[in-house]
């Protein structure tokens, strides 16, 4: 039984070959980001929340979360994610105001962008979440 992998290898990638000169300077420019980054990671993190599941690209040793994009620009939905991931990992107290970093790695243009958003905003956001899925339930 031939795999998809196993074709590839026997055919020493030539599919993809253009692929990998059109995109040589993308992909060296990726390279390049990568090695410039400084911090440890456990990567693909799972994080539950009552019957929701998630899982975050990077994690830190001090509990940031990273999400790795590879687009033209960060959007409401890719800042949402990370928001639900935060509150998933870490169980905000509402009393207790805190401010939570939204941190992406953007492959595309090469860039790391951080947000940064109070735990009484969340909190705010994730009651009008509620009420949607109330209404949808």
Do not use: P, W
Not at 104 to 133: A, M, P
């Amino acid at each position: 039984l031939e795999t998809q992998h196993y074709f590839h290898i026997n055919n020493n990638g030539d599919k993809f070959r253009d692929l990998l000169v059109t995109y040589k300077n993308l992909i060296d420019k990726v390279i390049t980001f990568a090695k410039s980054i400084k911090h440890k990671f456990k990567n693909n993190v799972s994080v539950t929340y009552q019957d929701i599941l998630g899982e975050i690209d990077l994690l830190t040793d001090n509990g940031e979360i990273y999400e790795i994009k590879c687009v033209n620009e960060i959007n409401i939905k890719h800042i949402l994610q990370v928001i639900a991931y935060n509150v998933m990992q870490n169980n905000y107290a509402e009393n207790i105001k805190q401010e939570i970093k939204i941190n992406f790695y953007n492959l595309y243009r090469g860039l790391q962008i951080t947000y940064t958003i109070e735990t009484d905003d969340v909190h705010k956001i994730i009651k009008i979440l509620q009420e949607q899925i109330n209404k949808i339930k």
